[in-house]
């Protein structure tokens, strides 16, 4: 069986149009087999997008796991203040991003790449958003944590959707574990919204946890 988070070349398209209603606007989304969600834009991804776009988060965003983008390609439209990498390891995904990017008119505010979690990814930033790919483990999540602290300014914010069934409170501690703030944003059928930020400059001789 194929999964979103893997790459299957013999998986046969089937595109189709997602519509995604939030606010005033209605979005349209290209979406295919192979990708997370291919048929609905889920539960938690909703949750997410309807605190950021009222967080108002600025500067230069990475949707990490971005599937076919509807994460980061919202915000950007919600949000001029944002530039937004996405980012994922699965390759039809990317391919669907920028498709995405072109129908949405983001080319001047928006990028894709293939990344195995931050393998390929080398820039810092002032935020992360991640619906993590929970099928995928525990150990890819939590690395997709870890990674995120190192990825980010000082005063930058990873956010996260998780679950309360699917390991919301552990999840809550790890990141108290990495980062020097950690709250949650908001509590909605079952998902939490964490936020996890970076105050300051690790020392180069530190690794952590």
Known sequence: MSHYFENDNTLISKKRIIDFQIGNK?????SDNGVFCKNYIDEGTRVLIN?????????NVLDLGCGYGVIGLTLAIFNEA???????VNQRAISLCQENIVNLKLENRAKCLIS????????????IVINPPIRAGKQITYSMYLGAYEHLNINGNLFIVIRK????????????????????????????????????KEPADVKRK
């Open 26 to 30: 209605t979005l349209h989304f290209i």
């Open 51 to 59: 605190t950021l776009v009222s967080y108002q988060i600025k500067g």
């Open 82 to 88: 944002i530039n937004v990498t996405l980012a994922d």
């Open 116 to 127: 195995n979690v931050y393998e390929n990814i080398d820039e810092i930033f002032d935020n």
């Open 165 to 200: 069934a699917q390991g919301a409170a552990s999840a809550f501690k790890y990141l108290e574990s990495l980062f020097e703030s950690v709250c949650i944003l908001d509590k909605h059928k079952g998902y939490w919204i964490i936020q996890a930020k970076k105050l300051i």
